[in-house]
């Protein structure tokens, strides 16, 4: 199950350059099956007005994002996974764009939790 994320009220800043994901066995890269692009990660801090987390965001074909810059989620979904003993949660997202830091300021109206 796919949980879609409300982002309305929250500001991301880019915490580490994007990696390339790959798979553990051949070192190849990991190919998203709906795009045929390469999956990136971005760690990004996800802060509102109750605090911040810091959160890696998984994104087809390579973000064009620098660290420490604000940036913008599109589409941003919570996929809760289970393997064995571990459990978590994953986080995926159709696009991360770099934004300006007029774009960045904290929005007013509350976030919405799930």
Do not use: N
């Amino acid at each position: 199950m796919k949980l879609l994320l409300d982002t309305r009220a929250v500001t991301f800043t880019c915490t580490r350059a994007p990696m390339q994901r790959v798979t553990f066995e051949t070192g190849q890269p990991k190919i998203d099956k709906a795009t045929g692009l390469p999956l990136w990660v971005v760690q990004v801090m996800a802060l509102d007005q109750s605090g911040g987390d810091i959160i890696s965001v998984a994104v087809p074909g390579e973000p064009k994002v620098s660290l420490g810059c604000p940036v913008s989620i599109t589409g941003l979904v919570a996929v809760p996974w289970s393997q064995e003993s571990r459990s978590g949660v994953a986080y995926r997202a159709d696009a991360i764009e770099q934004t300006s830091a007029a774009e960045h300021a904290v929005a007013k109206s509350p976030a919405v939790r799930a």
